[in-house]
């Protein structure tokens, strides 16, 4: 077995244990932990499902509607909103780089992570944001963007 497959299968029973467990402490929980534990699980299955698939456009397909069913079980947490940022700019890059509509997707999560005190902080949803506003010429917020990321980690 090559040693990328190999490490994605180890990635994946990883994650899969992780579940598991996740699994029987939801059975002892109220419905709200249940669905916090569901958000984290899809939240994570998104990084999951891009390391673990050979059809690089299917995964971000799939990780795209995992994460759309961990935004739809809390609409306020941000890291959902993050990973659906990153999907569907990873889906731009994967698709030919020539779907604006992606960007534009891209962007409005960010946004909506940015509503999340607790993303506030993360130079990477910065950085991405700019990233996004470059490929679309929108250089003056691109830059500022930057310029944040770079304020929070140098």
């Not at 490490?7 to 699994?23: D, E, G, L, V």
């Not at 700019?89 to 960007?103: E, I, M, P, R, Y």
């Not at 991405?128 to 490929?135: I, Q």
């Amino acid at each position: 077995m090559e040693l990328t497959s190999w490490m994605k299968m180890t990635r994946f029973q990883t994650f899969w244990i992780q579940m598991q467990k996740n699994k029987s402490l939801d059975e002892s929980r109220k419905t709200s932990q249940t669905s916090e534990t569901k958000m984290a699980i899809y939240s994570n299955l998104f990084i999951v499902v891009l390391t673990c698939a050979d059809n690089q456009e299917e995964l971000v397909n799939d990780s795209t509607k995992h994460t759309k069913e961990a935004i739809a079980l809390n609409v306020k947490d941000g890291n959902p909103w993050y990973n659906l940022g990153n999907a569907c700019l990873t889906c731009f890059f994967v698709t030919g780089a020539w779907d604006h509509s992606k960007l534009q997707q891209s962007l409005k999560s960010y946004q909506n992570a940015e509503k999340d005190e607790s993303m506030k902080l993360n130079p990477d949803l910065d950085f991405n944001c700019a990233t996004v506003n470059t490929y679309l010429e929108n250089y003056e917020r691109a830059l500022s963007g930057f310029e944040a990321a770079a304020s929070i980690d140098p």
